[in-house]
C-alpha cells in the first residue's frame, strides 16, 4: 500500500506537462487562433458579397420576374476589428427562372495589416496574406432558400505583437443554411482538420 501512495502524485504530475504540450509551446501562436482568423474572414468575405447583392436592381429579391442573367464586378473593402482591412474584388453572375435567382461569385482578396486580438489570451494578432474563394447564393420567392456555400483557400501570416509570427496555408468551405440560423466552416487551417459551427443569419452575409 506504501508503494501506491508514493507512485500515484508522481503519475499526476507528470500528466501536467503532458497536457501543456498537447496545445504547443506557450511562445507559439495557437491553431485555434489561427482558426479564428479564418472564421472571422470568412464571415467578413460573407458580408461583402451579400452587400454586393443588395446593390439596387442586383439583391435576388427585385426584378425577380425578368428571365434571364447578367454579371456585375465589384471591389469592396472593410475594416477589421482593430485596424487594418479586408479587400475583396470579383465578379457576380445572376440567373433568374422561375422566380428564383441564382448568384455564382468568383473573386481574390487580400488582407491588409488586418488587426484582431486573441479570444486567449490579450495579444494583438496582425494579418496578411492572400486568398481566392468562390460562392454560390440561391432565392425563391426574395427569400434565401438551401444551403449557401463559399469556398476560400490561400495563406496569411500573422505577427503578435511580441514579436512572435507564423505563416499558414488553409482552404475551407462554409456552409451557410438560412432556415436553420447556423454557417459551418470545414477544411484544414496550417495543417489541422477543422470544423466550426457558429450561428448566422441571412443578413450576416
Known amino acids: 500500500m506504501r508503494h501506491w501512495i508514493r507512485v500515484l502524485p508522481a503519475t ?12 504547443g509551446p506557450a511562445t507559439a501562436i495557437a491553431d485555434e487562433d489561427a482558426t479564428d482568423i479564418v472564421v472571422e474572414a470568412d464571415a467578413t468575405a460573407g ?24 454579371v456585375r464586378e465589384f471591389s469592396r473593402s472593410r475594416d477589421c476589428p482593430l485596424g487594418g482591412t479586408i479587400t475583396v474584388a470579383g465578379r457576380i453572375e445572376r440567373t433568374i427562372t422561375d422566380q428564383a435567382a441564382d448568384f455564382n461569385a468568383s473573386a481574390t482578396g487580400e488582407w491588409n495589416g488586418c488587426v484582431h ?9 496582425t494579418v496578411d496574406g492572400t486568398f481566392s474563394m468562390s460562392a454560390f447564393r440561391h432565392y425563391v420567392n426574395r427569400q434565401p432558400s438551401g444551403p449557401q456555400t463559399l469556398t476560400k483557400s490561400g495563406s496569411f501570416t500573422v505577427t503578435r505583437d511580441d514579436g512572435e509570427s507564423r505563416s499558414c496555408e488553409y482552404s475551407v468551405t462554409s456552409t451557410r443554411y438560412p432556415e436553420e440560423h447556423r454557417r459551418v466552416v470545414k477544411g484544414s487551417v496550417c495543417g489541422r482538420e477543422i470544423d466550426r459551427e457558429v450561428t448566422w443569419s441571412p443578413t450576416d452575409g
Open 12 to 23: 499526476t504530475l507528470l500528466l501536467v506537462p503532458a497536457c501543456a504540450d498537447s496545445i
Open 47 to 70: 458580408s461583402i458579397l451579400f452587400g454586393q447583392l443588395l446593390l439596387a436592381g442586383f439583391d435576388g429579391m427585385s426584378d425577380i420576374t425578368a428571365a434571364g442573367g447578367d
Open 117 to 125: 486580438g486573441s479570444r486567449r489570451n490579450d495579444h494583438r494578432l
